[in-house]
């Protein structure tokens, strides 16, 4: 249970921890910003998410937004949070957390910060982003040269929100990120599906479909075996994800949405 609470608070959209590794030949090169004047979320938006295993709740997860200044630069802090609850959370305690500062001017990340509390497992790191020198600098590792643009995980997802997901899509697009994440270059690919309407607690959402590429025999039995729905309207918040794993199904579906930028206008009744 644990990985799918990792995968879902660090970033819902671009949860490949079993992607594929990049060819030594192989760049991820995102366009200089800004690529459009959108900007999908506030100050304020709160996001909560139940992970299901068939009818067991095992999980639950939050993205939040909430605007602060670090080192006199205003950002915006993303923070994502996941977390066992009942059964799960007596077997296998999760209390996992990813937060990410980015600058509101640029929009570029300027920090990134990853907590992870698995049983008796911990982890904590943060990395500071030199955007004049094209370098990270991580609290365990030290200094490391990375390509220019590349983002944290959190800051990838929120990045896609503004200036990926949108009508200009062609089906079968590769949206492709680099970014750094467990100190390592880490290459993110999403596969666009097409349009789909899904069935919600709040009526039928129309939605921009997603499919993560997947590497293939770890615990998946295709590519295409994550599936993300992204809202239809200017907020492109996430509605659900869906793992189709070889131990079953997981699902993890949006339960409530505040402070949104934008009136939630995918629903069709």
Known sequence: ????????????????????????????????????SHQAYQDGELLAYTLDYGFVTGGKAYLSVNDTVINGTKTHHIIGRGETVGLADVLYKIRDRYESFIDVETQWPVKAVRSIREGRYKYYNEVSYNRDSSQVISKKTGVHNVQE???????????????KFNNNLQKGEVIEFMTYFSDENFPLRIRYKGIETIKTEFGKVECYKFSPVTEVGRAFKTEDDMQVWISKDDNRIPIRVRFNLKVGAFTCDLESFNGIKHPFSSIQF
């Open 149 to 163: 643009g590349i983002l944290d995980i959190l800051s990838a997802f929120y990045f896609a929100r503004n200036h």
């Open 1 to 36: 249970m644990n990985r799918f609470i990792i995968l879902f608070s660090a970033l819902i959209t671009c949860a490949t921890i079993w992607a594929d590794e990049p060819e030594k030949n192989d760049t991820i090169f995102i366009p200089p910003y800004p690529l459009t």
